[in-house]
């Protein structure tokens, strides 16, 4: 059984490795994404007290909080139990060995997978669905996945796979290649789905962060068309934008 004193491990050089200092991540440094902070939230609340919970598939705009809000579940949690894996998407393959150790430990385990895809047949796929929900062994109930991808379906989806797409009685039923990639999403009980920010909530969660960095509590003029040519320059309205904007803005004033 594995030594679940630290907070976080990596599957790295296969074994499981303690994370000597894990990155802790403010629950209210994430914003924009109330909905999905509380949904997250709530499983992993009913997983740590040992109810029933989902597996967590997180998919959407890049820079948006995704992992930044996996990593953040360690602050209100580390101290009942919670435990963080990473595990590179290639090392999926490992899957039943990474679990062993944890299964029967009193500590409940969150594999944690960044930016997740596959290969439409690759062993990492066939791992993935077997740990999920297919497997003859009974999965641990001390272990769940969070995954994060820009991609819901996890798999690359060519435009030839919609010309297997037939009609039925009037309705459009999809062909076996998309149903094979839905497939592997489906077994994610919980999805939260992440998507770009409009101008109006870039900026509001610029004036945020300022705040939180100690830079006052009202945006400039100057500061709102720094902000904006930030992110035009990056090319995205999202919260790591505006967070990067804010630590730019704050540290150039001070100096």
Not at 135 to 158: F, G, M
Not at 161 to 178: K, M, Q, S, T, Y
Request: charged share 25%.
């Amino acid at each position: 059984m594995l030594d679940s004193t630290p907070l976080a491990w990596r599957w790295r050089d296969d074994r499981l490795n303690a994370v000597e200092y894990p990155q802790r991540v403010a629950l209210d440094d994430i914003l924009g994404v109330d909905t999905q902070k509380a949904r997250l939230l709530q499983n992993t609340r009913q997983f740590v007290a040992g109810a029933p919970a989902n597996h967590v598939l997180l998919t959407g705009a890049r820079g948006t909080g995704k992992s930044s809000l996996v990593k953040a579940l360690l602050n209100p949690f580390g101290a009942e139990g919670l435990r963080l894996v990473e595990i590179a998407p290639e090392a999926l393959t490992e899957l039943p060995r990474i679990v062993e150790p944890l299964r029967g430990s009193a500590c409940r385990f969150l594999l944690y997978v960044d930016d997740f895809s596959v290969t439409d047949s690759g062993p990492a796929l066939t791992a993935l669905k077997a740990a999920l929900d297919g497997s003859i062994e009974a999965p641990p109930d001390n272990v769940l996945l969070y995954a994060t991808s820009n991609r819901r379906h996890l798999l690359p989806e060519p435009k030839a796979d919609n010309l297997d797409a037939h009609n039925l009685d009037g309705e459009i039923h999809p062909g076996e290649a998309v149903e094979e990639k839905i497939s592997l999403s489906d077994r994610f009980g919980l999805w939260l789905s992440f998507y770009p920010f409009n101008q109006t909530q870039y900026l509001e969660i610029v004036t945020a962060h300022i705040a939180r960095l100690g830079g006052g509590t009202a945006m400039t003029d100057e500061s709102r068309k720094a902000a904006l040519q930030w992110a035009l320059a990056r090319g995205s309205r999202s919260g790591r934008t505006a967070h990067q904007f804010a630590r730019h803005w704050v540290g150039s004033q001070r100096i």
